[in-house]
T-cell receptor, first 114, second 114 residues
Framework: AQSVTQLDSQVPVFEEAPVELRCNYS??????LFWYVQYPNQGLQLLLK??????LVKGINGFEAEFNKSQTSFHLRKPSVHISDTAEYFC????????????FGSGTRLSIRP | NAGVTQTPKFQVLKTGQSMTLQCAQD?????MYWYRQDPGMGLRLIYY???????DKGEVPNGYNVSRLNKREFSLRLESAAPSQTSVYFC?????????????FGQGTRLTVV
């Protein structure tokens, strides 16, 4: 069965600084990978997804993530964060052989300091 | 332009009471999910329905039942609520096609069991 680990529960950064949110997954088969964002008191919305092809995936709001199969990682990056990026970020995985079940990590709370 | 609609948005129950959380999607998606979100634990899958007429247990199914009423609707029932079921519940849906497996979320139901 697949699983997702987000090592950092909270990441504080200064505005305009770069940020990386880490995600590692475990699965015995090929996977689809996702990053979702949750703004306060809202549901989740998709930032980006990796299905196949290029390992560097670009998403909304200037975020990008790189799929690394050998390290089973899918880290999320942004070169310069803004106050509006303050939110909780969730990494998620779905096995290609059973694309109906999407498993989420425990989330990383990104707080931006002015 | 509704997407995934959950009702109610808020609910307070006494221990032992029962209730049903309703979810409907208008995107003609095959798969639907129920998650619970607790601080520090991310989203945990309670039950999912890969397609109309099927349901399967997720990571934390105990104390819950589900019904896939038709392709649009997927309800979650608490037969005898317990304080441990205090949480925010999210319904989601996704299409099973390989290139579009992302999940779309409702706004959540905040449930308190006293």
């Amino acid at each position: 069965a697949q699983s997702v680990t987000q090592l950092d529960s909270q990441v504080p950064v200064f505005e305009e600084a770069p940020v990386e949110l880490r995600c590692n997954y475990s699965s015995s088969v090929s996977v689809y990978l996702f990053w979702y964002v949750q703004y306060p008191n809202q549901g989740l919305q998709l930032l980006l997804k990796y299905l196949s092809g290029s390992t560097l995936v670009k998403g909304i709001n200037g975020f990008e993530a790189e799929f690394n199969k050998s390290q089973t990682s899918f880290h999320l990056r942004k070169p310069s964060v803004h106050i509006s990026d303050t939110a909780e970020y969730f990494c998620a995985v779905s096995e290609v052989s059973s694309a109906s079940k999407i498993i989420f990590g425990s989330g990383t709370r990104l707080s931006i300091r002015p | 332009n509704a997407g995934v609609t959950q009702t109610p948005k808020f609910q307070v129950l006494k221990t032992g009471q029962s209730m049903t959380l309703q979810c409907a999607q208008d995107m003609n998606h095959n798969s639907m999910y129920w998650y619970r979100q607790d601080p520090g634990m991310g989203l945990r899958l309670i039950y999912y329905s890969a397609s109309e007429g099927t349901t399967d247990k997720g990571e934390v199914p105990n104390g819950y039942n589900v019904s896939r009423l038709n392709k649009r609707e997927f309800s979650l029932r608490l037969e005898s609520a317990a304080p441990s079921q205090t949480s925010v519940y999210f319904c989601a849906s996704s299409e099973r096609a390989a290139m579009n497996t992302e999940a779309f979320f409702g706004q959540g139901t905040r449930l308190t069991v006293v």
